[in-house]
C-alpha cells in the first residue's frame, strides 16, 4: 500500500515562516495532495451483508 509524499523545509519548527500565508498554503495544498482520494460510501445489497472492504472504510 503506497502513498505519496512531500519535503517542504523553510526552516526551524519555530522559525516566524510558518506564521506566512504563503508557507501556511504550500503545507495545506501538500496535506490535501497526499491525503487518499474520498471513496463513496457502497451499500449493503442484501440484508446482513457488509460493503466490500467496509473496515477500510473510516
Given at each position: 500500500?503506497?502513498?505519496r509524499?512531500?519535503?517542504?523545509?523553510?526552516?526551524?519548527?519555530?522559525?516566524?515562516?510558518?506564521?506566512?500565508?504563503?508557507?501556511?498554503r504550500?503545507?495545506?495544498?501538500?496535506?490535501?495532495?497526499?491525503?487518499?482520494?474520498?471513496?463513496?460510501?457502497?451499500?449493503?445489497?442484501?440484508?446482513?451483508?457488509?460493503?466490500?472492504?467496509?473496515?477500510?472504510?473510516?
Amino acid at each position: 500500500m503506497g502513498g505519496r509524499t512531500n519535503d517542504f523545509a523553510p526552516g526551524h519548527e519555530e522559525s516566524p515562516i510558518y506564521f506566512q500565508p504563503e508557507i501556511r498554503r504550500v503545507l495545506a495544498n501538500a496535506v490535501r495532495w497526499a491525503a487518499p482520494p474520498a471513496q463513496a460510501q457502497t451499500k449493503a445489497t442484501r440484508k446482513g451483508e457488509y460493503p466490500k472492504n467496509w473496515w477500510v472504510q473510516a
